[in-house]
């Protein structure tokens, strides 16, 4: 593979060689329209966001069956709204110290709980820990590489060489034949189920099951249904199918699919505040607890050394304290 990496930064150095032909053949080889993958890249967080939202109710339903410190039957003040899942919070963990060493790996500590040490609800603390994890797993593992099957090192090389030339050549030609270089080499009709089942793997193993340990003091895959496991799988296939199709086949943008860090500053011009937040926490400033969705920005180089023409498609959705106040 490393070979093919070396092969493949001789044919981008030609790329400067051949830039008028280049520009010309870039233009004739667009097959996928920009819009149709944005609007594709909205459904895959669409599909995340239900998926997560299905994993908090079904493990938080769970522990509140089962847990010692809520009685089955709700109480008389209750309403018939109200579920016993609705008063557990991240402080209810049977093992609240690995939750938070897990959450510092995730990249979410913030979300365990508040500066006062207040916990979050069960519910939504389960569901936004699983959409960062999936959204980062994404973005590390299969967004920002040059191709998945390429090493940190094989990516770093080429995306060098690629953002060095980019603003004078039009390169997304090259790009373009690269990846599918490397996607045909062994059986492409099976790398997006392959890719999909190491996603899963990844995910069950680096977040699922620890957080489920870590919440209920137990783990067993048949907490989750068998369409739990099909949903998320189906997530990972069409995440790299679509990762497929904008390095494949568009050529005139590079789409860049991003995150951002617990900690970082709320910042409007690529980050969006999600859901219900309190009116006095406008966000401006304020340090983000995580993010929940991926956002999703394009860029064009025309060459002739110009800056890249950047557009913003799909905000990074953020958490703030004021979503919990």
């Given at each position: 593979?490393?070979?093919?990496?070396?092969?493949?930064?001789?044919?981008?150095?030609?790329?400067q060689?051949?830039?008028?032909?280049?520009r010309?053949?870039?233009?004739?080889?667009?097959?996928?329209?920009?819009?149709?993958?944005?609007?594709?890249?909205?459904?895959?967080?669409?599909?995340?966001?239900?998926?997560?939202?299905?994993?908090?109710?079904?493990?938080?339903?769970?522990?509140?069956?089962?847990?010692?410190?809520?009685?089955?039957?709700?109480?008389?003040?209750?309403?018939?709204?109200?579920?016993?899942?609705?008063?557990?919070?991240?402080?209810?963990a049977?093992?609240?110290?690995s939750?938070?060493?897990?959450?510092?790996?995730?990249?979410?500590?913030?979300?365990?709980?508040?500066?006062?040490?207040?916990?979050?609800?069960?519910?939504?603390?389960?569901?936004?820990?699983?959409?960062?994890?999936?959204?980062?797993?994404?973005?590390?593992?299969?967004?920002?590489?040059?191709?998945?099957?390429?090493?940190h090192?094989?990516?770093?090389?080429?995306?060098?060489?690629?953002?060095?030339?980019?603003?004078?050549v039009?390169?997304?030609?090259?790009?373009?034949?690269?990846?599918?270089?490397?996607?045909?080499?062994?059986?492409?009709?099976?790398?997006?189920?392959?890719?999909?089942?190491?996603?899963?793997?990844?995910?069950?193993?680096?977040?699922?099951?620890?957080?489920?340990?870590?919440?209920?003091?137990?783990?067993?895959?048949?907490?989750?249904?068998?369409?739990?496991?099909?949903?998320?799988?189906?997530?990972?296939?069409?995440?790299?199918?679509?990762?497929?199709?904008?390095?494949?086949?568009?050529?005139?943008?590079?789409?860049?699919?991003?995150?951002?860090a617990?900690?970082?500053?709320?910042?409007?011009?690529?980050?969006?505040?999600?859901?219900?937040?309190?009116?006095?926490?406008?966000?401006?400033?304020?340090?983000?607890l995580?993010?929940?969705?991926?956002?999703?920005?394009?860029?064009?180089?025309?060459?002739?050394?110009?800056?890249?023409?950047?557009?913003?498609?799909?905000?990074?959705?953020?958490?703030?304290?004021?979503y919990?106040?």
């Open positions: 593979m490393e070979g093919k990496v070396a092969v493949l930064a001789r044919r981008l150095k030609e790329t060689e051949q830039h008028a032909s280049l010309s053949a870039t233009q004739k080889s667009e097959t996928k329209e920009p819009g149709e993958m944005i609007d594709s890249f909205r459904d895959l967080k669409r599909a995340i966001q239900l998926l997560c939202r299905r994993f908090g109710a079904t493990i938080s339903d769970f522990e509140a069956e089962t847990s010692r410190a809520i009685p089955l039957a709700p109480p008389p003040a209750q309403t018939p709204q109200t579920s016993p899942s609705d008063s557990l919070t991240s402080k209810n049977a093992h609240f110290a939750l938070k060493k897990l959450l510092t790996t995730i990249g979410g500590p913030s979300l365990c709980n508040s500066s006062r040490g207040e916990g979050r609800p069960l519910e939504d603390f389960l569901d936004f820990t699983l959409r960062l994890s999936i959204s980062s797993t994404l973005v590390q593992d299969l967004f920002d590489r040059f191709h998945p099957e390429l090493s090192r094989g990516t770093s090389f080429l995306l060098t060489h690629y953002e060095s030339i980019r603003r004078r039009v390169a997304g030609r090259w790009r373009a034949a690269s990846f599918a270089a490397i996607e045909q080499d062994g059986d492409a009709s099976v790398k997006d189920a392959m890719w999909a089942k190491e996603f899963v793997s990844h995910v069950t193993e680096s977040t699922i099951a620890p957080l489920v340990r870590a919440i209920h003091d137990t783990w067993d895959t048949s907490m989750l249904p068998k369409s739990f496991w099909d949903a998320l799988f189906e997530i990972g296939r069409t995440a790299y199918l679509w990762n497929r199709d904008v390095k494949c086949e568009c050529v005139s943008l590079d789409f860049r699919v991003v995150m951002s617990d900690g970082e500053r709320y910042d409007d011009t690529y980050m969006a505040l999600y859901d219900k937040h309190n009116a006095r926490f406008d966000g401006k400033g304020r340090r983000i995580a993010a929940v969705g991926m956002g999703l920005k394009t860029s064009a180089v025309t060459g002739n050394d110009e800056p890249a023409q950047e557009v913003w498609h799909e905000k990074v959705d953020v958490l703030t304290e004021g919990f106040t």
